[in-house]
């Protein structure tokens, strides 16, 4: 039972990490309130609907579902239940320029379409299942009892020193060293385009995405993506948790060293000894905190972790199109050039990739028409705030050019646009940077969970384990048990 004359926590944050955080710490008899920026839950595990179609608001699909399970047990929920999903049956096509069409799935069902279509398909498969040979136990590690964990390097070392040898080097390196054939290396790498980063700048540990569904296959909750954190709220209504949106925090209150509370966007103050942010750690850093409140350990962290790339999110919706074959589709050249993906550059896009969540849900769109979504680079900027809406109107025009050759007969009904000024003011993503820190940063230059004030905490894609769906909700899980684990020592 919760003392009635104890203050309630805050949560900063009704994204995943945020609703994590407030559901362990109810759970622990901690009173709780969440203030949220925007008007709707989820954060960027969420959709909108518009004109009909159902877009997402970010995440778009579930990878590593044995992880999701598991977190949402340490939240006393059933995922199954609260979360019915469906297998992606066709989750990767690449189609290379000389007409060659790679299908990735698992290892045993991988194909190769084009010249030498038989001979190619043996090489994919046997590159696959070597490289889910030697990279599975590393995934299974880190799944079951590196990423659960509050991030230790002696806890991290113990589990996974045997395997450092293979985790070394490039991605790319690791690539060629698996799969003799141009064609099949640009394929296989063109699993990495998420990362906005090209492969000869990943670290070979970002193959783990790719391993991923080597191991479980992606997936998509049947009622789409934003029913990830509709189960938890309906948890959190059941335990009379309020979320407040609309609620902008403007600082976080820190006195003697500690953490007293917030001031909202209205002057409103609301006292507490215990908070839990889930925004960026840059924004905490930069922007909630006072200067020379600032833990020193804190402003190093916002001055060394580089951030993540930016982009405009254009979505489609409409008839007459033919449906891509896969869940995912990328047009790309060879791995060494893949780097073209990543840089804006005027003109119609030689290459492109491109998502078709209605491929596997028919009902995110009306009947006969279909969801498209598709990045295009945003840079050449150091600021989100150097973005203009002439720089979005062109790289829309001409990515819809793309897609429309891409997919002849496409009639765009409804088109969704995000650029990094909406990202950095209508979603709260410090900078517009898509993941918060680059993906393939090591742990070490993440923002720690102990902020280094007392009573602060901090949660959410800037922090250990990181960027993704299951992991935003370790994160803030983690950084919630940090604080209860404080306040039962100073009981």
Known sequence: MTRNDEQSAVVIGAGLAGLSAALLLARNDRPVVVVEASDEAGGCCSTTTSDGFTFNNGAVYVAVPSLIRASFRRLGLDFDREVPMVAIE???????????????????????????????TRQLRDGLGRLQQQWGPVYRTLVDEVLPQEPSLLRTLSKLWRYLPRMSGQASRLLEA???????????????????????????????????????????????????????????????????????????????????????????RIATDCV????????????????????????????A????????????????????????????PSMRQQGALHASTPGVPRWLAYTCPSLVLPELAPNGKAVLELYAPATGIHSASEWTSAMTEAAVGDYLGAIQAHLPGL??????????????????????????????????????????????????????????????????????EAAVRDMRGNA
Not at 93 to 115: F, I, K, P
Not at 186 to 205: C, E, H, N
């Open 90 to 120: 066709r989750p990767h096509v690449t189609h290379l320029e000389n007409g060659t069409a790679v299908h990735l799935s698992s290892a045993d069902a991988s194909c190769v379409e084009g010249d030498r279509a038989d001979s190619r």
């Open 178 to 268: 698996h799969f003799a054939d141009a064609d099949l290396q640009a394929a296989v790498a063109s699993t990495l385009l998420y990362t906005g980063r090209s492969p000869d700048r990943l670290p070979a540990t970002q193959i783990i995405g790719l391993v991923a569904m080597l191991e479980e296959g992606f997936h998509l909750p049947r009622a789409g993506m934003g029913a990830i954190s509709s189960a938890m709220t309906r948890e959190l209504s059941r335990r009379s948790v309020p979320i407040r949106f609309g609620a902008h925090v403007r600082e976080i209150v820190v006195e003697n060293g500690a953490a007293r509370g917030i001031v909202l966007a209205d002057g409103e």
């Open 276 to 303: 839990v942010a889930t925004c960026s750690g840059f924004e905490v850093v930069r922007h909630l905190l006072s200067d020379h409140a600032v833990p020193r350990q804190l402003a190093l962290k916002a001055r």
């Open 305 to 332: 972790a580089p951030l993540s790339h930016r982009a405009i999110s254009i979505q489609v919706g409409g008839p007459g199109a033919v449906l891509p074959r896969a869940f995912i589709t990328n047009h790309v």
């Open 411 to 480: 009639c765009i009904e409804s088109v969704r646009v995000s650029d990094p000024r909406d990202f950095a003011g209508g979603r709260h993503l410090y900078e517009g940077a898509l993941y918060g820190i680059a993906p393939g940063t090591t742990p070490d230059k993440l923002f720690p969970h102990r902020a280094g004030l007392r009573g602060l905490y901090l949660g959410g894609q800037t922090t250990f384990p990181g960027y993704g769906v299951p992991t935003a909700m370790l994160s803030g899980i983690q950084a919630a």
